[in-house]
């Protein structure tokens, strides 16, 4: 039996001209990423969605905006993807304009153990 293909984002198209697909992991992967860069206020439907980290890639660096981005992330991650993923470890850091989130976390529906660093920037 195969296992199933998700669809992959952003939506584009393979090589055989059909939507391009992309594994469970990868899928996960891609959520984890528009919740960290997603404004909250950019969805219209859901103008609830993300976590604002981009917002405060400009802030001056402080002991006070580490903890804010923990926060900030950790908990729109549990939120909007906890019955996907557990989230093990966590590190958001802010160098110039970028952001540096060193995230390891464990997918509920397989027991897999990843560990990704999202980088990301001012649009």
Sequence with gaps: MNSPLWID???HFDARGRTAETSYADHVLDMIKQVLFTTPGERV???DFG???LDLVFEPNSVELAATLQATTAGALQRWLGDVITVQRL???A????LRVDLSYV???TGE??????E???R
């Design 51 to 53: 976590c604002g980290l």
């Design 107 to 109: 997918l509920v529906e």
């Design 95 to 98: 160098e110039e304009s970028t």
């Design 120 to 122: 990301g920037g001012i």
């Design 113 to 118: 153990e990843r560990t990704e660093v999202i």
């Design 45 to 47: 439907n859901r103008q």
């Design 91 to 93: 590190e958001v850091t």
């Design 9 to 11: 984002f952003p939506l």
